[in-house]
DNA sequence: CGTTATCGTGGGGACTCCCCAACGATCGGA
DNA sequence: TCCGATCGTTGGGGAGTCCCCACGATAACG
């Protein structure tokens, strides 16, 4: 029988939809391992720093802006108000909605889970240039949304 | 409130692995959707790719090059022989090993699988020219396996 | 005012990735 | 030759992700 190989026969290790699925696996499994440090998910770093950047902000917005069910933003926002890192209010402006915010406790945490995110990033592009990790990012928003 | 935004905030989405990620579930969902017209899986073609190239081969063998949970490999082996589309026999030289084989009709619908796979990976890369998908590949490449 | 769409939330399933384990077979060293 | 370590297959489980559906309350639109 075939020796051991190393890694994926040769039809299937050229097919970018291969590499995408083995690179965003070893970048989930840095950062989680990353993010553990401070207990967090990475779902939950996510839904921080989007609340950071958009809030106050519903869980239908940010569950359109970083692709997530909205049934799990639901879970991942009930999970940040219980620990105190959000607040979750009614919006004055459509009952339908919460607004969310950070809290001071998510800003903290969020500035240290931040750091912790961007080592995972750094040893994830390792073996990269600068100007690579700049092409990288480039091509993979292309491949993302193709007409912008 | 915010109001919507076509995709994830400043912060996340300038990091790899987030952009990895979506980039990833993009490619998954182009071939998981070509790959439907044969009422073929994603990782079955996978698994017949690989026994296509690297057969006779074990079941623990596929689990490693495709990075497969063995207990899957065990679920997807068993399906792709129950449909006649490889052999599964025991190794005459190590009896814990199955040997692992394509048969005429697995290697049939991988023909054709494989154009699928090749049309849904040209329109994950459609806004890249071929230097570019060669690029992404290449770095790629060096970021799954950082020493090779 | 009626219809359509949205929000939040719930039900479910399938798939992927990870943990653990058991059993029989194989291999290498003493 | 025997024993301990490892391998291959297969099973148990859980958590997370991505997808389907639905409902009641609310908002938007014509």
Redesign the pocket.
Known sequence: MAD?VPYAPERIRELPSWLL?RAA?RGH?LVAEALAAEGV???HHAVLASVAELGPV????L?RTL?????????I??DLHSEGLVHRKP?P??????AISLSPAGADLLSRTERLGAAANNALTESLTPAERGQLIDLLNRIIAPGR
Chains 1, 2 share one sequence.
């Open positions: 051991e699925g696996a499994r998910r990475m779902m519903s869980q239908a917005t569950s692709r997530v069910d909205p049934k799990e933003m639901v879970a926002v009930r919006d402006a459509d009952q339908r909605k919460h």
